[in-house]
């Protein structure tokens, strides 16, 4: 079928000397290159479709000059890191990645970390330990993460694992190759980066492709894929157009060989890209990191962000954001009310006063009282910007099981209650969708007492259609319902709960007209509560 095993990316076997220089770097050059990289970062490579190579050492200033002039290609790979990495970079540095991109080139970072340990790529490469693979997996990421600021790369870059060809009929191996990516793509989220994954069609892709839907898999966001076979497409048999879909891929379809242009020979590999950057959640981004977070309230009254990183939540990574939300009766995340680029939340005491606390990413500042009497209400909850005003704004249940709107409006303030829908007395959970139908309104997801279902009210400007869905799901196990904005990022909000007979956090993936079952991003949230 074409597949050739992939081993441009490694080069060939080096001396142990220039192995060395290539992975060390004085404590003065990076500090120079940390230096120029502070003056200058850009996001890589952005949007980009086009032809594309890479090379083991990168190009001197002189030869990508000459090479932009007259060859078809647009984009480069760059190797940026790994303890695998084959060849020295004496250009690579913050100035030359300033000056490549200023010239009007498109950057591809690339990692060489720890290999599988049933590679097919010969002798004296570092291997993953597959019983401690995603922890390395993590260190990988964060040093890739400190490489590719050295050099002035920012976040919503993509850093693509180099993972060459391996055997398949080590199930111990694959599962460890697995673990590892899982660790890399979680680290590189929690720190604003996308992951992507390079290897051969036929082992590493196909293993992705495999685990793509598992639940609790932290899948990298773009796929670049080995097939030697000489055509220029992102299509490939191996590869449903169901994952990766929409401008995440990448085709490396020819090995090493020498091309000149201007003058300049260099040896390459040809890739042909099409990449896109990934649409950013619109809502439940507390932390600004491009993935959407939970907050929850402990028994003791603390509010915390738990962390996404698009498939599962970190609990281990709880951010305390604030503390005296014990007698908050419900806790209610509006989205940024006062429009300073931060979340905010909004929670309503106990005697009923109404509390805005304006966010900072890590914490809040001085609340404010912007209402009373909220104690008659129920299942308060942010919906978005229903209005069209570009400010969020509130429903609740009223004692007349009416569902009103409070619009979000200047100076972080509500306005008077607006009749939206009647007859809510057997509805509850109820959860600002986003714009779940994606027809350009925000819709409200509930449950529906009478048989525990979940279903979507549609939106249009300043209401609801009256239109009801069905989502496909039960809710009768499930309390705090929230919506997560895009939590996997793939273009459709989602949603999450509480499950009350496991105390695990679900996750219920939005496909456009339904939600895709449950399953589990984080276990101990039996004692967190409310969620927002």
Known sequence: ???????????????????????????????????????????????????????????????????????????????????????????????????????????????????????????????????????????????????????????????????????????????????????????????????????????????????????????????????????????????????????????????????????????IDNDYVDFAPLPKTKAADFTANGWSDVLGRSSTGYLSAFPGNGSLVDTNQRRTLGSGFGAMKEIVRIGDLNRDGREDVIARQTNGDLWFYPGTGTGFGARKKIGAGWQVLREITAIGDLTGDGYPDLLAISKGHNLYLYAGQPGSKLSGAKLVGGGWSDKSELAGAGDFNRDGFPDLAARVASDGKLYLWTGKKGGFTGKRLALGASGTDLRDLIGVGDFDRDGFPDLAAVQKSTGNLVLLNGAGSSVRAPFRLAAGYGGIAPLA
Not at 48 to 54: E, H, K, Q, R, S
Not at 121 to 147: E, F, H, P, V, Y
């Open 1 to 267: 079928m074409g597949v050739l095993a992939p081993a441009r990316r490694h080069r060939r076997t080096l001396a142990i000397a220039a192995l060395i220089g290539a992975v060390v770097v004085s404590l003065s050059a990076f500090a120079l290159q940390r230096a120029d990289a502070a003056t200058y970062s850009t996001v890589q490579p952005g949007s980009f479709t086009g032809y594309a190579f890479d090379a083991c050492t990168a190009p001197t200033s002189a030869s990508m000059k000459a090479w932009k002039a007259s060859s078809p290609y647009k984009a480069i790979g760059i190797y940026i890191g790994g303890v695998n990495r084959g060849c020295a970079q004496p250009q690579l540095t913050a100035a030359w990645v300033k000056e490549q991109v200023q010239a009007g080139w498109k950057l591809l970072p690339l990692y060489v970390g720890l290999q599988a340990t049933c590679t097919t790529i010969g002798g004296g490469r570092k291997l993953i330990d597959n019983a401690t693979a995603d922890t390395q997996g993590r260190a990988a990421a964060s040093d890739a993460i400190a490489q590719a600021a050295a050099l002035g790369l920012a976040r919503e870059s993509i850093i693509i694992y180099d993972m060459e060809s391996y055997r398949t009929d080590d199930a111990v191996c694959r599962k460890g190759v697995l673990a590892f990516m899982n660790g890399w793509t979680a680290r590189l989220h929690d720190n604003g980066y996308f992951s992507g994954f390079y290897s051969s069609v036929a082992s590493g892709v196909s293993d992705q492709v495999v685990a793509y839907t598992t639940p609790g898999y932290t899948r990298p966001d773009y796929v670049d894929f080995a097939r030697w076979d000489q055509k220029v497409t992102v299509a490939d048999p191996l590869i449903p157009g169901t994952v990766w879909p929409g401008k995440r891929r990448m085709k490396q379809y020819r090995g090493g060989h020498k091309e000149t242009y201007g003058g300049v020979t260099i040896n």
